[in-house]
């Protein structure tokens, strides 16, 4: 006995001391070639990052993103598979440790001795031990398994972190396009209560053949325009108001409010030269990293394929035909060392480490084009934070003299100097202007979230 365990530790250390025969290299972090910053300048301090509870003012949203990332179904989801990512991971980390286990008979029975007619013979055994299994991790097969593994649930993990900082976005932009259509509604009701006043006060000029009733025609036309529009923004919003509950996991219902479209109060004091490295926070490109590296260990794990598996057994156990007498007949003790591997397979296993290969080829393209799009996105967001800022200013003086000439042209027709054709033209284009500042003021402030997304939640 004393021998056969000492030959099952010789064997186990040898085994061990072949650790070094791991084969398939070390995963490293793809090199890529990074602008050294966006924009114009370079700031040196990128700590304090902005997040969306310092970014959004309004209580109303922030209470809609809480609720959001409390409730959201696929959020929960997500969760759920990170849980059950980490749950396979240990799984297949175990995989390297030695299984064991027991093994409990008993039996009895009668067999009648035809010789010498004897009579009947009773017997019985009983057996009881334990049993030993360890496949030996020479090739790192098991080590490359644990690591992509690992590599897998960080990836599910990130992915999860992409979800939450694109809910928060999504939850932001509804928010503010539902915003944008309440201040287009108030636009549309105040400007149909101006017209119904407008062809109030044509019709009694046309009952008193002041004015031709084309012109009462024309003022009705308006009165329409501004009536029908009404209906399309209030549909528009309860379509918003669903999509905000379907994000918030909840029934439809009315969304509270909180500042209009014009108080938004959002810091948009985004620093100048913006570094590059934030990207490395986007968590959609840290996941796609991490696939990468899980797909380079099952290339490790083809390659150990490849290689013979060395494997220890033992068994340890008591034996006897009765059971009074199972611990004191003796000890037994056995150890068996296996080693198992491919002769010849027509380069099968060969062609599995390049198919491995391969996918590392294919996975490292996504990732650079991964890359490359948060470039873009980052850009375009930089981008649309400049330019509707000098768009929206240009629309408010738009507004403003359209106000203006509105008032010269409703004087100039009252007293005779114009046709009331320049005064429909003059309202469409308040009421036109209005809108698309109103338009244009969500879409500056959804250029901020877009930024807060492209950077993966912040600055």
Known sequence: MGKT???????????????????????????????????????????????WFDLFEDTALKSIIKITLQNNKNLLLAGSRVEEASIQTDIIRLNSFPVIGYDVQAGAGTAKTEARKLGS?????????????????????????????????????????????SLVAEAASLY????????????????????????????????KGYTADLDRLQAV???????????NIQRQIIQTENALNVLMGQNPGPIPRGASIVEQAISTAIPVGLPSQLLQRRPDLRAAE??????YERMGIA??????????TGLLGFASPQLGSLLSNGFTATGIAGLTGPIFQFGQNKKRVEVEKKRVIQIQYQYEQSLLQALADVNNSLTQNLT???????????????????LLSKARYDYGYTSYLEVLVQESSLFDAELQESILLQQRLNAVVSLYRALGGGW
């Open 388 to 406: 509707f800022t000098e768009e929206y200013n240009q629309r408010k003086l738009q507004v403003e003299a359209a106000r203006q000439a509105l």
């Open 121 to 165: 013979l009773n017997t019985g055994l009983f057996k009881a031990g334990a049993f030993l299994s360890w496949e030996l991790d020479i090739w790192g097969k098991l080590k490359h398994s644990t690591e992509s593994a690992r590599a897998q649930f960080l990836a599910t993990s990130e992915n999860r972190t992409a979800l939450q900082v």
């Open 176 to 207: 503010f396009l539902l915003r944008d259509l309440d201040n287009r509604l108030v636009i549309a009701k105040r400007t149909l209560v101006s017209r119904k006043e407008n062809t109030k006060i044509i019709n009694q000029r046309v009952e």
């Open 5 to 51: 365990i000492k030959n099952i530790y010789v064997i186990s250390i040898l085994a061990l001391l072949m650790g070094s025969c791991v084969v398939g290299g070390k995963y490293q972090q793809p090199t890529t070639s990074l602008p050294t910053e966006f924009g114009n300048g370079v700031i040196t301090d990128t700590t304090p990052l902005v997040k």
């Open 221 to 231: 036309q308006q009165e329409s325009i501004a009536a029908a529009f009404i209906p």
């Open 303 to 312: 390659e150990a394929s490849r290689y013979p598996s060395f494997s220890l």
């Open 290 to 295: 991490q696939l990468l590296r899980a797909q």
